[in-house]
């Protein structure tokens, strides 16, 4: 059965790559643009057949499986460094902030090119050592009866008293941060939300809201209140909403059907896939469309948002490989790579809370680069860049290669250490740290990324702790 579903793959991946490749191909024949887009057309196309290759590789030797980090953090790869482009060319939608960027843009693409062939090399090694692992193999010759004995008592009673600790810490951000209980109650219906200066010292405070993805997971698997469990959420998601966290807000929501497919060894239908991309593509837009009004106080509305504006807000997220196109032409031309300097020792200051060192500096080296490689308004706007852009902006191409090698080997190693577990409490874990790749691959800031997923996963060390007391 394994042998036939993987040879199903196999062919199925080799028609679509073929089939989206003969229509790119038709695309860039008769597409009337500027000389360097028509350049950065054909490397995207390149790139895409190069990208398309090491994952039919993987699917040919490994299997492959939707929920691998590997095929998502493909089609994310992807969509911010071949389709994007390729569809802002076609749109001829080429600035960025009033400047046009695209000549740096074959230098960007073909530099994503070798991050993301170190990336593949680093998933499929393993202890450093090259080896075809096979994820669907392992996962059903791993024995089904977890030697582990799961307190489904005590694990519930833990994630509740954790998310209501850590539910109150938000809501007192929000409060101290100048919005009113009834505003953070309702997701930002009515009551008022004005945005205080005071917020910029709380920021410490404001990490403890990653901790409810945890604590909820924990509660959802091992609690038995099914109110509890609705409640909880929504408000969880109140919070993010006012917070403007689109992308932590879809990880919260996936977590549950992601571990539920896990759990139950299923995997989503294509149908279901199709459907579930439609509905983030709305949500996120919604989101992204009325996150200024909730952020300042203002009400929200079913107009604020339709299908083309949701559409657009979402291929806004991906446009900011123009930001990364911007680094590469400005670093090293102008400047001097960060050497470390936003990856290693911001990520340390980050640490400190701003109320106990009130000089801290107030934003990182790379987020000053991108006022000075484009303009003070796309530094206000907080335009952000892809992870490979941070990588860059450190240590050059080599950093890129390297970190994304590392990349690639922690992220098999989530997958051999709790995807392929049958332990429920490890594939709580694995869920979150999957899905996380959704914020890290898309926003290159490792000091925010790095606290998030800490604190994201959070309740489950927590957990783990107590259990190591217990037991001394």
């Not at 950065?40 to 030797?61: E, K, P, Q, R, S």
């Not at 740096?104 to 530099?111: A, L």
């Not at 977890?146 to 954790?162: G, H, L, M, R």
């Not at 530094?379 to 290669?401: D, H, K, M, Q, R």
């Amino acid at each position: 059965m394994i042998e036939k579903n993987k040879k199903s793959r196999f062919l199925l991946a080799i028609l679509v790559y073929m089939s989206i490749f003969f229509f790119l191909l038709i695309i860039s024949l008769v597409i009337d643009t500027t000389y360097d887009a028509k350049k950065l057309f054909n490397v995207c196309i390149a790139a895409y057949m190069i990208i398309g290759i090491c994952l039919i590789i993987h699917i040919g030797t490994s299997g492959g499986d939707f929920f691998e980090p590997i095929t998502i953090i493909s089609i994310l790869y992807m969509m911010l460094f071949v389709f994007e482009p390729m569809i802002d060319i076609c749109e001829n939608n080429l600035k960025w902030f009033g400047g046009n960027y695209t000549s740096f843009g074959i230098k960007g693409t073909w530099i994503a090119v070798a991050g993301y062939l170190s990336f593949f090399i680093g998933y499929r090694t393993k202890r450093f050592s090259f080896v075809p692992s096979s994820y669907n193999e392992l996962r059903y010759n791993v024995k089904k009866e977890t030697k582990e004995v799961e307190d489904n008592a005590y694990y519930a009673k833990v994630a509740i008293v954790f998310w209501i600790a850590c539910y109150f810490l938000s809501v007192l951000f929000l409060l101290l941060s100048g919005k009113s209980l009834v505003f953070i109650l309702t997701g930002g219906l009515t009551g008022n939300g004005d945005l205080l200066e005071s917020r910029k010292m709380l920021g410490a405070l404001s990490m403890f809201s990653y901790c409810l993805v945890g604590a909820w997971m924990l509660y959802f698997v091992y609690g038995k209140n099914k109110n509890l469990k609705v409640i909880t959420f929504i408000l969880t998601v109140f919070i993010y909403y006012i917070r403007g966290y689109r992308f932590i807000i879809i990880i919260f929501a996936l977590a549950p059907i992601v571990f539920m497919y896990l759990y139950k060894q299923k995997r989503p239908r294509l149908v279901t896939i199709i459907g579930a991309i439609i509905v983030m593509i709305i949500f996120v837009g919604f989101v992204a469309a009325a996150r200024n009004s909730v952020r300042y106080g203002g009400g929200i509305s079913s107009d604020m948002v339709n299908w083309d504006a949701a559409l657009e807000q979402v291929k806004d997220n991906f446009r900011i490989y123009k930001t990364y196109y911007a680094l590469v032409g400005y670093v090293p031309q102008k400047t001097n790579y960060l050497h470390g300097q936003q990856i290693f020792l911001y990520t340390a200051l980050m640490f400190v809370p701003r109320i106990i060192w009130k000089s801290k500096p107030e934003t990182s080296a790379g987020l000053y680069l991108i006022r000075d490689a484009i303009s003070e308004s796309a530094f206000l706007s907080g335009t952000a860049y892809p992870i490979i852009g941070e990588f860059y902006i450190e240590f050059g191409s080599v950093g890129v290669v390297i970190f994304m090698f590392l990349y690639g080997y922690l992220n098999k190693s989530w997958m051999n250490k709790y995807g392929l577990s049958y332990s429920k409490f490890d594939q709580i874990m694995y869920s979150i740290l999957l899905l996380s790749n959704f914020q890290i691959v898309i926003r290159g800031y490792t000091p925010s990324n790095f606290y998030m997923v800490i604190f994201f996963v959070l309740p489950l060390l927590f957990i783990k702790f107590l259990k190591g007391i217990n037991r001394i």
